[in-house]
């Protein structure tokens, strides 16, 4: 499937959402509901009330937004139906609750959102790791590029799904083999680290080449950071598989491994860089979720 842009074709890019990590740093919640559908505030309109959205639901709109109508969900199997249900279109809602036509607005238009899509589900039976739940999209890939995003964070800018629209774009516009967002970190050795170099800019991106990727190091060797935001071909695939095998009895598998395989096969790994005022919030931990929630609460 294209659409038009510039007066050109473009094929439209697959998209994969992870809610498949264990989320132990914010237990006992994630004993039973997962941390992904925690709610932030977003406002549908200038003047319009702020609403609340879970976190996967404001995900689900900036794939969309960049561009991508074909979703992989990778999920646990006990979350499996929980996730389903939400993404589903439930008309004996829009009846129970037609008396109160104001409050059904934002649901109409994400049911409008949801049939333009087609979305599949991928079971990640045991948490391995980021690495791993990324693999378990790959029969429903296929071939194409895709749009990659943990659906523990989103991007907070003026316009739903920009920054990832221009990865996809310099992806296949360039014919690139991965394309990260990154940003300045003031502990990176908490974050997988990317090493980079100028390389201009594409957009109002700031663009970077990248020439290596680690994963939490000692001794960090830039302040980058990656985001766990990605465009990528699926050559992705064989290289996370490839990591797995070098890392043999890891407990996790780690989607930088990955991307540092692509770089030892000789890949062109490209990143750009999330600048303010675009934000990237997480509900990983109970502190970063409350920042999240006033950040979103101001900004509504």
């Known amino acids: 499937?294209?659409?038009?842009?510039?007066?050109?074709?473009?094929?439209?890019?697959?998209?994969?959402?992870?809610?498949a990590g264990e989320g132990s740093r914010m237990l006992p919640w994630s004993r039973s509901l997962r941390k992904e559908f925690l709610p932030l505030f977003d406002r549908p309109a200038a003047g319009e009330e702020p609403i609340l959205k879970p976190v996967a639901h404001l995900v689900v709109e900036t794939l969309t937004g960049a561009g991508a109508d074909d979703l992989t969900l990778v999920v646990q199997p006990r979350d499996r139906a929980t996730v389903e249900n939400y993404f589903s279109i439930d008309t004996t809602l829009l009846?129970?609750?037609?008396?109160?036509?104001?409050?059904?607005?934002e649901t109409r238009e994400f049911y409008r959102r949801l049939r333009g899509l087609r979305i599949r589900y991928a079971v990640q039976?045991?948490?391995?790791?980021?690495?791993?739940?990324?693999?378990?999209?790959?029969?429903?890939?296929g071939d194409r590029p895709f749009l990659l995003h943990a659906s523990d964070a989103y991007i907070a800018e003026g316009k739903r799904g920009e920054s990832m629209r221009a990865m996809g774009d310099l992806l296949v516009g360039e014919d690139l083999d991965a394309v990260?967002?990154?940003?300045?970190?003031?502990?990176?050795?908490?974050?997988?680290?990317?090493?980079?170099?100028?390389?201009?800019?594409?957009?109002?991106?700031?663009?970077?080449?990248?020439v290596g990727v680690e994963e939490k190091p000692e001794r960090p060797r830039s302040r980058w950071a990656a985001t766990a935001a990605y465009a990528f071909r699926p050559e992705i695939f064989d290289a996370v598989?490839?990591?797995?095998?070098?890392?043999?009895?890891?407990?996790?598998?780690?989607?930088?491994w990955g991307i540092e395989e692509l770089l030892r096969r000789g890949r062109r790994v490209d990143a750009v860089v999330l600048a303010p005022p675009a934000r990237w919030l997480s509900v990983g931990s109970p502190e970063q979720y409350l920042r999240a929630l006033q950040f979103t609460h101001r900004r509504s």
Request: hydrophobic residues 35%.
């Open 1 to 19: 499937m294209t659409d038009r842009e510039g007066g050109r074709a473009r094929r439209r890019l697959a998209g994969v959402l992870t809610l």
């Open 241 to 256: 598989r490839s990591a797995a095998r070098d890392h043999r009895g890891a407990p996790e598998l780690e989607l930088t």
């Open 180 to 210: 990260l967002l990154v940003r300045p970190v003031r502990d990176p050795k908490r974050y997988g680290v990317v090493e980079v170099r100028p390389e201009g800019r594409f957009r109002s991106f700031r663009r970077f080449g990248v």
């Open 125 to 141: 039976r045991t948490p391995r790791g980021f690495g791993d739940a990324v693999l378990r999209a790959e029969r429903s890939v």
């Open 95 to 105: 009846r129970r609750i037609g008396r109160h036509p104001d409050r059904l607005t």
